[in-house]
């Protein structure tokens, strides 16, 4: 047990423990703080594989991004201080019981498996390399996912602005006279 | 680094997973069921990232796919929260047992 083994099974403990708080805390504030709790550590585990690139990515997009726009819809949306309501025991049971169930089957199946980690090739993931792929349009190039997903992220932004688009009045008007 | 196996990051992963589809069982709140698919999909790119690492090292296929991932979440996160801004406008509500206008 040396000090990378510690600090692997230390993150391992904040990732899951975040996340199990932020699954069953009632408080969606609270929640959604564990959350990010559970995502830091996420990227902790990230750097500690010395993929940087992959940690940086996940502090600015899920960190910076998707918890403050989380945290936003929960202010626009509810009262963050009042308690949600608790779910049904039958369902926490069955739930907890389909999660212990599918948990120990992955685990023996993994444990059953046994990969072999043999190659000692050695891992080159800096930021150079990773730009040279994602834009090169040989085989292993990467351009054109690239594109797509840069055209889906649009169509994402339009659609958010179509669909929270507070309708006005003469759309109503419109509307009201479809109907008639 | 070498001392721990690819297997202990993949028990990580599993557990991480499931913890996330219990609170996508138990959760009735659409904000909170939304944070439980964060959770699942982050499962998924700790997957990619450690199998690309330990496997197949002289690649970077494993990273690529996490970051598409990652994208494709963020975009799915930004239409989800206008889909529930726009829902909590017409139902004063985000629970999903609310919303039942076009259950069968």
Known sequence: MNTSAIIFYAIATLILGAALLAVTSLKIFRSAIWLLFSLVGIAALYFWMQVEFIAAIQIVVYVGGIVVLIIFSIFLTQQSGKEMAKPATGKIIFSALAALLGTAFTINLINHYGFNTLSALPFNSSVSEIGMQMLSTTSHGFILPFEVVSMLLLAAMVGCIVIAMKPTAANIVHLNNKED | ?104
């Open chain 2, 1 to 104: 680094m070498n001392e721990i196996p690819l297997t202990h990051i993949l028990f990580v992963s599993t557990a991480l997973f499931f913890i996330g589809m219990y609170g996508l069982f138990t959760r009735r709140n659409i904000i909170t069921m939304l944070m439980s698919i964060e959770l699942m999909l982050n499962s998924v790119n700790i997957n990619f990232v450690a199998f690309n690492k330990y496997l197949f090292p002289d690649k970077l296929d494993g990273l690529f796919f996490s970051l598409f991932i990652i994208t494709i979440a963020a975009a799915e996160a930004a239409v989800a929260i206008a889909i529930i801004i726009n829902l909590y406008r017409s139902h004063q509500s985000i629970d999903v047992d609310d919303a039942t206008e076009m259950k069968f």
